[in-house]
């Protein structure tokens, strides 16, 4: 089961899964999606070889933690027979006990979790009655990092667990066909997301600000509540000029927009209740050959330093960012290079052929030696 499989994006890892094992593979999925500006998604109806989609009907549209499956799900079970049920879901989640429960009425096959919750939270009545019902009646987990891992088992996670990070696809997030050979013109830097304060939009353009006029251009992907706020800071700081707005783009244009980018800035700032679990919009820029400047926000300085995909401003501050910048203004070599090693190393670790290697080995694994027993 995974809620966004209906997308094509989503939905071709695990087909791709299917051709490389020889599995039959059945994607369950929510029939329609609300994303995280308020577009609805319908799940795609177009035939993949390697798996076979079924679409469901929901209620609370875009409710991460709390949409459910309207239609009975014990019924695809029962028709379907798996071997094995992944749930890509998080273990509190309302759709995730849904199917856990579905699953173990009809059959004792292996039933792994997903997880990107890096932070010990303890949720209210019934969330946390359900994540202990997860976490009981399943076999084990795929997390995105190992700080993940970490924090499924001080919650108490006592099954296997595999960290598996995100994929990204290396046909569609390219690198531009011949880099840029002018060495004085100003740097095309990206800020790629949701515009919320805590992506710390406002912190890339005081970083801007503090970079001389010819040294840098800011393009901004993405919509939210926080951009009239970030357009009166560019203008109040005098650098609304330097600052393109694309608003939020569809999956294909973002990742050419990449290709016009030299470097993105994930200037991200941590909450009480969330922090940057992962960083997709690193590898995905690392993909198209684009090296990052990131905060110190949860996972990103890991996966910089794992990557080799750029820099750390550590302290997360505007005159860290901008120095940074300035210094790569005139250090061109070492921008360029940053960026084919984090190419190289996307390729390695995150494309989705080493992605579908180890989901394979896990699922196996778990098929052949299930740990829950109730």
């Given at each position: 089961m995974h809620p966004w499989a209906g997308l094509p994006a989503r939905r071709a890892l695990y087909s791709k899964l299917g051709v490389a094992t020889g599995w039959s593979i059945r994607l369950l999925t929510t029939s329609v999606w609300k994303d995280e500006y308020g577009k609805l998604v319908a799940a795609s109806a177009e035939p993949q070889n390697g798996s076979d989609l079924v679409?469901?009907?929901?209620?609370?549209?875009?409710?991460?933690?709390?949409?459910?499956?309207?239609?009975?799900?014990?019924?695809?079970?029962?028709?379907?027979?798996?071997?094995?049920?992944?749930?890509?879901?998080?273990?509190y989640a309302a759709?995730?006990?849904?199917?856990?429960?579905?699953?173990?009425?009809?059959?004792?096959?292996?039933v792994g979790i997903r997880s990107a919750q890096n932070l010990v939270k303890r949720y209210p009545v019934p969330f946390r009655q359900t994540e202990r019902y997860v976490y009981r009646h399943s076999d084990f987990a795929v997390v995105v990092s190992e700080t993940v891992g970490r924090t499924l088992r001080t919650k108490g996670y006592t099954k296997p667990i595999d960290v598996i990070p995100m994929?990204?696809?290396?046909?569609?997030?390219?690198?531009?066909?011949?880099p840029p050979t002018d060495s004085t013109?100003?740097?095309?830097?990206?800020?790629?997301?949701?515009?919320?304060?805590?992506?710390?939009?406002?912190?890339?353009?005081?970083?801007?600000?503090?970079?001389?006029?010819?040294?840098?251009?800011?393009?901004?992907?993405?919509?939210?509540?926080?951009?009239?706020?970030?357009?009166?800071?560019?203008?109040?700081?005098?650098v609304a000029a330097r600052v393109t707005w694309r608003g939020a783009l569809e999956h294909d244009e973002v990742a050419r927009s990449?290709?016009?980018?030299?470097?993105?800035?994930?200037?991200?700032?941590?909450?009480?209740?969330?922090?940057?679990?992962?960083?997709?919009?690193?590898?995905?820029?690392?993909?198209?050959?684009?090296?990052?400047?990131?905060?110190?926000?949860?996972?990103?300085?890991?996966?910089i330093n794992h990557l080799g995909a750029g820099w750390v401003a550590q302290d997360s501050d505007a005159r860290t960012f901008a120095a940074i910048i300035r210094?790569?203004?005139?250090?061109?070599?070492?921008?360029?290079?940053?960026?084919?090693?984090a190419r190289t190393a996307v390729e390695t670790t995150f494309s989705d052929d080493a992605i579908v290697q180890s989901l394979a080995a896990t699922f196996a694994r778990a098929a052949q030696n299930p740990t829950n027993k109730t």
């Open positions: 679409a469901v009907p929901i209620a609370l549209k875009g409710n991460i933690p709390l949409h459910f499956f309207v239609g009975g799900l014990r019924k695809h079970v029962r028709e379907f027979r798996p071997d094995l049920v992944y749930i890509y879901h998080e273990p759709a995730t006990f849904q199917m856990l429960r579905a699953t173990r009425a009809v059959t004792s096959a292996p994929p990204v696809d290396l046909a569609r997030f390219t690198p531009r066909a011949s013109r100003a740097l095309r830097i990206g800020f790629v997301g949701r515009l919320v304060p805590e992506k710390g939009l406002d912190t890339a353009i005081r970083a801007l600000a503090l970079t001389p006029p010819g040294a840098a251009r800011l393009t901004v992907i993405g919509s939210g509540p926080d951009e009239p706020r970030a357009r009166s800071l560019a203008a109040q700081l005098g990449y290709q016009d980018m030299d470097l993105i800035l994930v200037p991200s700032r941590p909450t009480p209740r969330w922090q940057e679990q992962f960083g997709r919009v690193v590898i995905e820029a690392a993909a198209c050959g684009v090296p990052a400047i990131v905060s110190g926000s949860g996972e990103l300085p890991n996966l210094h790569l203004h005139s250090e061109r070599g070492e921008l360029h290079e940053t960026a084919l090693t």
